[in-house]
T-cell receptor, first 112, second 117 residues
């Protein structure tokens, strides 16, 4: 079993839809949770970063962490074609020297 | 967010030659840099972690003599692929964290596409 599981998709939605992206993890030592967006042939771009259970909102993006269920989500409201990319969850465990453990990534296409 | 650059963005080399990839943090001091490899439609695979002024720590299965990493300053790390072979063709991405960066945030470079012929 992988430490971090993420549905690879692909996921296609119409413009304006609410998108829900999810990851589950097995190691309770993970304390820091990030979401990255990666466009094709580009490096990942940090979208959201949180370290506690609950919601964190930034514009159209909301990151949600449920440590008791070991479940993290990223919601995208009013999705745009420019949101089409691969979304990667990334987790850091305490004492891991800042090493990221990535999910496999979900490929999202927002159709105009 | 913080800015990390990589050079070159794309390189083609002949089998048996060596290639050096540079990773620079432009607006912060990178005390730690990471090197990843990514195959098409796959996630990032951590190759090694380097702290400024120290030897890199390589992940299991990564040949340290083949992938030479140098982190000589707080703004520059280099990855040299020695005696490259076609199976080394991949997308190489660096990331950095450090002073002036919040908590455990890591910022990635744009990546370098290596093709070995």
């Amino acid at each position: 079993q992988k430490e971090v599981e993420q549905d690879p998709g692909p996921l296609s939605v119409p413009e304006g839809a609410i998108v829900s992206l999810n990851c589950t993890y097995s190691n309770s030592a993970f304390q820091y949770f990030m979401w990255y967006r990666q466009y094709s042939r580009k490096g990942p771009e940090l979208l959201m970063y949180t370290y506690s259970s609950g919601n964190k909102e930034d514009g159209r993006f909301t990151a949600q962490v449920d440590k008791s269920s070991k479940y993290i989500s990223l919601f995208i409201r009013d999705s745009q074609p420019s949101d089409s990319a691969t979304y990667l969850c990334a987790l850091i465990s305490s004492g891991s020297a800042r090493q990221l453990t990535f999910g496999s990534g979900t490929q999202l296409t927002v159709l105009p | 967010g913080a800015v990390v650059s990589q050079h070159p963005s794309w390189v083609i080399c002949k089998s048996g030659t060596s290639v050096k990839i540079e990773c620079r943090s432009l607006d912060f001091q990178a005390t730690t840099m990471f090197w990843y490899r990514q195959f098409p439609k796959q996630s990032l695979m951590l190759m090694a972690t380097s702290n400024e002024g120290s030897k890199a720590t390589y992940e299991q299965g990564v040949e340290k003599d083949k992938f030479l990493i140098n982190h000589a300053s707080l703004t520059l790390s280099t990855l040299t692929v020695t005696s490259a072979h076609p199976e080394d063709s991949s997308f190489y991405i660096c990331s950095a964290s450090g002073r002036g960066i919040r908590g455990y945030e890591q910022y990635f470079g744009p990546g370098t596409r290596l093709t070995v012929t």
